[in-house]
């Protein structure tokens, strides 16, 4: 950020309070990996960030709005990764290779933080739905599914191959029915073959 303008208070403001809030997402992070996410609670947050526990309500409101902000803070380098990373996951790839190694990068992340998708999907269906991250991620298959020429709507074609990729299924798919992420992966990838018709365009 350049220097201020006399007499402006309000971008250094901003850039303040974007590293606060960078800063309790990390720590909340840190929590995650070292302890699972029922150890998230908005005491535990302000304790390891070394701040009030008001000034986390402040910021998040409540438990849920603190689990979709975290989402959204790890989301945002796996939407960097699809968005702008190397092929076949970044632009470059035919469209149905793209959409193939999308599911398999989110089935890494689930099996790394499979907890907090599964927090942040266990909150209000509108809420998760309507979700930044989630949009995101339905805009992306969308357009890779419309890039690929597919027969049919391709936003409910995108919710539906979505739902493939729900944190609650998946993690049951590898804890309870002792599938591993690869044939998990593998199976996406004929579903999305399916789909597509097939076609590697």
Known sequence: MGPQLPGTTE???????ARNRRRLLDAAQE????????????????????VGKGTVFRRFGNRTGLM?????HS?????????????????????????????????????VEG??????????????????????LRTHVAMLLRDAA?????GLLADAL??????GLVLHQIRTLGRTREQIGDNWEALVRRVTGGSAQ
């Open 162 to 167: 979505l739902s493939a990729l729900a944190a």
């Open 75 to 111: 989301e945002t380098l796996a939407q960097e990764a699809f968005i702008f990373g190397p092929p076949p996951l970044g632009p470059g790839a035919p469209p149905v290779e793209r959409l193939i190694a999308f599911g398999r990068a989110r089935l890494l992340d689930i099996e």
């Open 115 to 136: 907890e907090l998708y599964r927090a942040a999907e266990l909150g209000s269906p509108e809420r998760h739905y309507n979700s930044q991250p989630y949009r995101v």
């Open 150 to 154: 597919t027969p049919g709507d391709t």
């Open 31 to 50: 929590l995650v990996r070292e302890h699972g996410v029922d150890a998230l609670t908005m005491d535990a947050l302000a304790k390891r960030a070394g």
């Open 11 to 17: 971008p250094a403001e901003r850039a303040d309070a």
């Open 68 to 72: 979709y902000a975290l989402l959204d």
